[in-house]
């Protein structure tokens, strides 16, 4: 095998396994179940927002130069400094932990319900700083060991889904599947994953000798590209087994019950053992990826005081504490989160692909009115003030969850016309 071949093939699969976490292992069946006929829409919203966005991000940060400093320079020197150190807080103190979480409470107490969690706890955080601790070679770990058996036990469940499913996809009360979906995909995570990831998958690249641009940006484009076709033939598969079930469990059904329901009648208890090793695999590589990613970070903006090694141990043992406290717990403030960083998120990665033409009055006007939308539907969200709740619903497609939008876009127009003026200002 060619070595450029081999190298975005391990790559891509690299970048599959960070961004295929167990959370995305129970959402699109559950968004499956919603949509029941409408399936097909869902997929393309689910995707949209969980898949596309993510590995566009990547591309972006390499486009930009390799770093998520130099995406978001214009918007301000020092933005990728907080946005990434409040995703490096988020990872540590929710999403790493809700990994090894969730890899117990899917992958060993679905099947043994009286196993003790501290023992699995020590043992999986053990496991994720095995891994973490070759930095140079952490990628080709995941790419090369880890993710083939993730994909081999997937691969399996969903065509035998397809093949004899659980039942067939009803007509439900869901009014817009894709919509649904394309908000749904937000819990994922993968966004901030990208940015957390993104400059590691990048450096990984140059390492392996690609270091002009075009070669980064080309291998990274092949790279997402394996990427995506994993990803989607997992998700529409997942996603369909949920829309297969949509006559047999109620929409409120617990996420994590659906799944298990539905492998337990299509394969019994093997196929529950075979699922477990699933949700370890994909929560276990997850963990490394990010654990990875914050260990690079605080080594970087702490001049090495705080060495790669020594981060990666402190992170592990508190994500490991956290992790005892339980899925539910853990993911009870993960929403308001969400909806304050998404936007800004998104709007940095769709700029970031045209950074080098857009003027940075353009920016910055995109990025300041996208935080003020979001940190309002953040306050109306916690708090429950009526006169934000007006404030929020009179702009447009506030109805659909984009509140950002439109204001983004006069941002950026505005922005723009100010940058313009004051360009004109100064010749005169």
Request: charged share 15%; with cysteine; net charge neutral.
């Amino acid at each position: 095998m060619k070595k450029n071949l081999r190298d975005s093939i391990v790559i891509g699969l690299a970048l599959f396994a960070t961004f295929f976490g167990a959370g995305n292992l129970i959402f699109p069946p559950f968004l499956g179940l919603q949509s029941g006929t409408g399936w097909v829409g869902a997929i393309v919203g689910f995707v949209s927002s969980g898949v596309l966005l993510p590995i566009v991000a990547v591309y972006a940060i390499s486009y930009a130069g390799g770093s998520v400093e130099k995406m978001t320079d214009k918007i301000h020197p020092k933005f990728a400094k907080v946005v990434l150190a409040v995703i490096m807080l988020f990872c540590t103190f929710i999403a790493v932990p809700r990994t090894g979480a969730v890899a117990f409470e899917l992958g060993v107490q679905a099947l043994f319900p009286k196993a003790p969690m501290l023992p699995f706890i020590i043992i999986y955080f053990l496991a994720t700083y095995y891994f973490v601790n070759d930095k140079n070679n952490v990628i080709d770990k995941i790419g090369s060991i880890l993710t083939p058996a993730l994909v081999t036990i997937l691969i399996f469940i969903i065509i035998k889904g397809v093949i004899t499913p659980v039942g067939q996809p009803v007509k439900t009360d869901l009014n817009n599947p894709f919509i649904n979906a394309f908000l749904g995909g937000y819990q994922t995570g993968d966004l901030l994953v990208s940015y957390l990831i993104g400059g590691v998958i990048i450096a990984d690249i140059t390492r392996k000798g690609y270091t002009s641009d075009k070669e980064r940006n080309k291998m990274t484009a092949i790279a997402g590209g394996v990427a995506l076709l994993f990803l989607c033939i997992v998700y529409t598969g997942l996603l369909y087994q949920g829309a297969a079930a949509s006559a047999l469990y109620p929409n409120d059904i617990d996420r994590s019950v659906l799944i298990l329901s539905i492998v337990d009648t299509l394969l019994g208890r093997s196929g529950l053992f075979a699922l477990g090793i699933a949700v370890i695999l994909a929560c276990l590589t997850t963990a490394i990826g990010e654990t990875t990613a914050i260990a690079g970070f605080f080594e970087k903006v702490t001049d090495g005081k705080l060495s790669y090694k020594k981060v990666a141990v402190i992170s592990s043992v508190i994500s490991g504490g956290i992790a005892l406290l339980g899925v539910d717990r853990i993911i009870f403030i993960s929403d308001p989160i969400f909806l304050a960083i998404y936007p800004i998120l998104i709007v940095a990665v769709i700029l970031g692909l045209f950074y080098k033409h857009v003027p940075k009055s353009a920016l910055q006007g995109a990025a300041l009115f996208t935080l003020i939308v979001s940190g309002l539907e953040v306050f109306e969200l916690v708090l429950n003030i009526p006169f934000l709740t007006t404030l929020i619903d009179i702009i447009p497609l506030s109805e659909h969850g984009f509140a950002w939008i439109i204001p983004a876009i006069v941002g950026f127009v505005g922005g723009a016309i100010i940058g313009k003026r004051e360009d004109e200002l100064a010749v005169n």
